[in-house]
């Protein structure tokens, strides 16, 4: 079969989509979400971007470099927390017309939610040691990892509950106030005593927990103390493919930081860090911002023709535009983080690539994700092959090139996964129709 990206029927069947009466009533909606979540995620950034330039500042490599690492591992002991709910919850509440619905879908996660962080908490206190030696940490940072991941798997999970509501003013707001909390109890923290990496860890914790419990007073009236069976098992078999994709995700998006400590020094994941958050986690943020009105809005559709055709169409403009502004905001934020941050040219130039195959990753998967039936399934393995190629290429290239064997590593592995990702939505999709528009 022959692989069109786009065809006259594509060109004709996006210009229905944008032209026709209902669907640009939708895309005006669309719109005025997206502008609600930007005007939350603009000042976000902003706030948090300050929060950040003056804790690495402040503290210096080595200090920042273990804030990343307990960062890091609460991603992986979050994974079993969340087991993948907060996305299926995003997916199904769009589709929910009615309280009862609603209220089934809500508590069905929530229990779910609650019961796996139990169970998980009670296997990190049991096998504290072993795992205190397996990611190299004393046990008192492996406590402090878990309480993160406690925190931001009830934090995520109710925003998460508020965008599958589509109240995206709620949302904005929410953003912002979790913002602005971080840098204002860590600004009363910095006053109050000596830094540390735990200065950066509290005002996330009690922002997290504050915010979290904010959203959760609003949406309360939807929780009931019953499961239904029939709703706990679509929403468990469509987490069950997230969960595969998350736990993907968790691994290439963390394993270089697990690996430069364990090879390398607190300070060198500093830097990485650093680097990282320059251009990194600025496109992230971008597509997170983008995703956060998109993936609930897309899923109610059924033909993705359109949004496929467009993307392609964009990815051109991505690379593009992309890799300069990633270079001019790593001069800038390195410049910020001060002399202790040293800004060297190749590194800049290999993380604005990463930068820039990541958002092209994330938003391709994410857009298959809006298919819950064979799109998810290409998404998931799309991150099986990206998890493999992070670990296997981080473990070569690390130990050769330190900090920019990471990076290269994870050049190699979008770039492999996102062709492969690629070749298998032509080849399952048997018309083409997903990918072509036909």
């Given at each position: ?42 000042p976000s950034i902003v706030l948090l971007a300050i929060f950040n330039i ?61 019961l796996f962080t139990l169970a998980t908490i009670a296997v990190c206190l ?44 709620l949302y904005s707001i929410f953003q912002v106030a979790y913002a602005a ?258």
């Open positions: 079969m022959e692989y069109k990206y786009i065809t006259l029927a594509a060109i004709s069947r996006t210009y229905r989509f944008v032209f026709h009466k209902d669907l640009n009533k939708d895309f005006l909606l669309f719109l005025k979400n997206l502008t609600y979540v930007v005007s939350g995620a603009l003056l804790a690495a500042r402040l503290l210096g490599p080595a200090e920042y470099g273990k804030y990343t690492l307990i960062q890091s591992i609460a991603a992986f002991i979050g994974l079993p927390m969340i087991m993948g709910y907060h996305t299926t919850i995003a997916k199904f509440l769009p589709e929910s017309k009615d309280y009862a619905t609603i209220s089934k879908t809500v508590s069905s996660a929530y229990i779910m939610t609650l049991t096998f504290m040691q072993d795992l205190s030696k397996a990611f190299n940490i004393l046990p008192e940072f492996l406590m402090l990892a878990i309480m993160f991941a406690v925190l931001y798997t009830f934090y995520l999970l109710n925003m998460n509950t508020i965008r599958g509501l589509m109240e995206m003013k909390l971080v840098l204002a109890i860590f600004l009363i923290s910095v006053l109050g005593g000596p830094i540390t990496f735990q200065s950066i860890l509290y005002p996330i914790f009690i922002s997290y927990g504050v915010t979290g419990a904010a959203i959760f007073l609003l949406i309360r009236k939807y929780l009931v103390l019953k499961i239904d069976r029939s709703w706990l098992f679509r929403l468990t078999k469509y987490s069950i493919i997230c969960v595969v994709g998350a736990v993907s995700y968790t691994v290439y998006s963390n394993i270089s930081q697990v690996l430069i400590h364990i090879y390398m020094t607190p300070h060198d994941l500093g830097i990485y860090s650093a680097y990282s958050l320059a251009a990194i986690s600025v496109t992230s943020l971008m597509i997170s911002t983008f995703i956060t009105v998109f993936f609930p809005t897309a899923s109610q559709y059924n033909d993705k023709g359109p949004i496929f055709t467009m993307f392609f169409k964009l990815l051109p403009f991505i690379v593009i535009l992309g890799i300069p502004m990633l270079i001019f905001s790593e001069i800038v934020v390195l410049f910020l983080y001060g002399n202790q941050y040293t800004t060297y040219l190749d590194l800049v130039l290999l993380f604005s690539v990463a930068g820039v195959s990541q958002s092209i990753q994330n938003l391709y998967g994410w857009i298959l994700n809006t298919d819950s039936d064979r799109g998810v399934k290409i998404s998931s393995a799309g991150g099986i092959i990206l998890a493999v190629a992070a670990l296997v290429l981080n473990l070569v290239l690390i130990p050769v090139w330190g900090i920019r064997g990471a990076v290269i590593a994870l050049i190699l592995s979008y770039l492999a996964t996102f062709l492969i990702m690629t070749w298998l939505t032509n080849r399952y999709y048997r018309t083409g129709d997903l990918v072509a528009g036909n």
